[in-house]
DNA sequence: CTCATTGCAAAGGATTTGCACTAAT
DNA sequence: ATTAGTGCAAATCCTTTGCAATGAG
């Protein structure tokens, strides 16, 4: 039984055939340990940091896989490169992006989520993810 | 008094000191008059089919002082390139993307609006704008 | 006439890919 | 030993930019 988010991406590796290789192994570490919306920059950077090798190629490659194991979700926020974040079962949340500092904040909201169930529901539409992003001024940079 | 989009486009770049060219006429009434969710690509095709000229690098400056005069608002739909859409006031709406044959419908929920206020609120958030996009398979793609 | 806008082609950033080499099983 | 994965560099896709030529006012 796996222990943690890597374990599990580990087992489904296992699963599905795929090799279990040093880069994967770290790579999904980062994204599983750390705390935000990485960008592959941002996880180049932190490899550099941990020394540890792992051409972009590899990261590019691996966040699809780690794509299509459902552990990992990607989100673009308006900008030209996209960010990845742990996809924590049951935590399915939404993001507030302030235009003007880049934080992202994250927040949860069943009754919205009701709703688009019913929504898709009148267009017999089945839903596999959606994305709410809601954009504008924190309240940091709203005051200033 | 404007009389459509593309008139109150004209004005808005009059107001505002820019050069109401040819180009930014005519790729302003295809987007104001044509329905659906325009690549770049799309407009380059319409603009060849009416035999008007216009470069891409005209395209798509024109569609930033649109997308500034807040008359066109542009989105991803999970794709690598923007898709554009005429901003008709008090009609903002949210989208179904279909991942199998890529249909986008609209729908529109003053619930779910009146509750992102609710969410930005209690963040102290000041939202400028918001993009809710639901993906899965329309009912065409659903039953086959 | 003046200066913003255009068109072209070249540059740019993010991501993907081909291929010889390396490493997991 | 076999074959998938890696790393590199080149390619690709979408978009942006520099600059000389053009056209709107």
Same mark, same amino acid.
């Given at each position: 039984?796996?222990?943690?988010?890597?374990?599990?991406?580990?087992?489904?590796?296992?699963?599905?055939?795929?090799?279990?290789?040093?880069?994967?192994?770290?790579?999904?570490?980062?994204?599983?340990?750390?705390?935000?919306?990485?960008?592959?920059?941002?996880?180049?950077?932190?490899?550099?940091?941990?020394?540890?090798?792992?051409?972009?190629?590899?990261? =590019?490659?691996?966040?699809?896989?780690?794509?299509?194991?459902?552990?990992?979700?990607?989100?673009?926020?308006?900008?030209? !490169?996209?960010?990845?974040?742990?996809?924590?079962?049951?935590?399915?949340?939404?993001?507030?992006?302030?235009?003007?500092?880049?934080?992202?904040?994250?927040?949860?909201?069943?009754?919205?989520?009701?709703?688009?169930?019913?929504?898709?529901?009148?267009?017999? !539409?089945?839903?596999?993810?959606?994305?709410?992003?809601? =954009?504008?001024?924190?309240?940091?940079?709203?005051?200033?």
């Amino acid at each position: 039984m796996p222990e943690d988010l890597t374990d599990t991406f580990i087992k489904f590796l296992r699963d599905e055939g795929y090799l279990v290789t040093r880069q994967r192994r770290r790579i999904a570490e980062i994204i599983f340990t750390t705390v935000g919306h990485l960008s592959v920059e941002d996880i180049q950077n932190i490899l550099r940091q941990r020394k540890i090798s792992a051409s972009i190629a590899s990261i =590019y490659r691996t966040l699809d896989v780690l794509i299509k194991s459902g552990l990992v979700v990607q989100h673009r926020f308006g900008k030209r !490169f996209k960010r990845f974040e742990a996809a924590r079962q049951d935590q399915h949340h939404d993001h507030l992006i302030c235009n003007n500092c880049g934080k992202v904040m994250e927040f949860k909201n069943d009754t919205i989520e009701e709703l688009q169930r019913q929504v898709a529901k009148e267009h017999s !539409f089945v839903i596999t993810n959606h994305k709410l992003d809601i =954009y504008g001024h924190c309240s940091k940079c709203a005051t200033n």
